[in-house]
């Protein structure tokens, strides 16, 4: 079972700065890709970052130029390391991985969400 846990959430001020990472486990045979959506109250959840094993990545066109998203050698933790928040920035943020647990079963994965709060 291929289980994503997440840490380094928490209250920044505007302008501040955090990173979040998210750590894949378990039955892991390839990860194809690692990225973080995150979900505001009363908003559909929306891609932020997301980086293949191939090397290419994909921003929001929000978070560009103040967001980046890197990997590990390994290529099992993913990092959002994350400048000059803004108060719009405030959401649940959600690892999402998709990782072949063997050679023949591909599945998308999510971690339970880490609250980022982005506040004076």
């Known amino acids: 079972q291929v289980q994503l846990v997440e840490s380094g959430g928490g209250l920044a001020q505007p302008g501040g700065s955090l990173e979040l990472s998210c750590a894949a486990s378990?039955?892991?045979?390839?990860?194809?890709?690692m990225g973080w959506y995150r979900q505001a109250p009363g908003k559909e959840r929306e891609l932020v970052a997301r980086?293949?094993?191939?090397?290419?990545?994909d921003y929001a066109d929000s978070v560009k130029g103040r967001f980046t998203i890197s990997r590990d050698n390994a290529m099992n933790t993913v990092y959002l390391h994350m400048n000059s928040l803004r108060p719009e920035d405030t959401a649940v943020y959600y690892c999402?991985?998709?990782?072949?647990?063997?050679?023949?079963?591909?599945?998308?994965?999510w971690g339970q969400g880490t609250q980022v709060t982005v506040s004076s």
């Open positions: 378990g039955s892991i045979f390839r990860i194809v890709a």
């Open positions: 980086k293949n094993s191939g090397g290419g990545t």
């Open positions: 999402n991985a998709y990782i072949y647990s063997d050679l023949r079963t591909w599945d998308a994965y």
